[in-house]
């Protein structure tokens, strides 16, 4: 799977009929001055077997500014999904500066919108002080 194709941006044509492409809600995000899609990194770790959602969220870091984070929640009984198998699946199939520096485990669900979608602001409020209260997994 191209994991890079899963980021879609969308136009939108104005009165004249001109059109203007926007960046998505879950637009890139800037890890180290290097352009990240959160997207093609929650393709990714969704496509590994035992994984019910993901949300990637940006997290503090003093060396590059901001460095991907996972947030994962796994299938119910899906005992063997952990922070390592994760980080290697991700080696697999994503370039380097690509795999998450953090990789966090909840059992509960990811928060949600009313439309169903993942609520990425109210996670980032929940993991604002991600570098504080977890090691980073790599």
């Known amino acids: 799977m191209n994991y890079a194709a899963a980021a879609v941006y ?15 809600a879950q637009g890139p995000d800037y890890f180290g001055g290097i352009n990240i899609s959160p997207v093609e ?3 990714a770790i969704a496509d590994l077997d035992g994984v019910a959602e ?7 870091d003093p060396r590059f500014g901001e460095t991907p ?3 994962v929640v796994a299938e119910l009984g899906r005992e063997d999904i952990n922070e390592m198998r ?11 500066y ?7 485990l909840r ?3 990811l928060p949600r919108l009313p439309s169903g979608k993942i609520a990425k602001q109210v996670v980032r409020e929940q993991y604002r002080d ?3 209260r977890f090691a980073k997994t790599r």
């Open 54 to 60: 993901v949300a990637v969220i940006p997290a503090p």
């Open 10 to 24: 969308s136009g939108q044509a104005d009165c004249v009929g001109a059109n203007h492409v926007r960046r998505p």
């Open 107 to 109: 059992t509960d669900p």
């Open 41 to 43: 990194l929650e393709a």
């Open 98 to 104: 690509k795999v998450p520096r953090y990789v966090v």
């Open 69 to 71: 984070a996972a947030i």
């Open 86 to 96: 994760v980080i290697t699946h991700c080696a697999r199939v994503l370039a380097d």
């Open 130 to 132: 991600i570098a504080e």
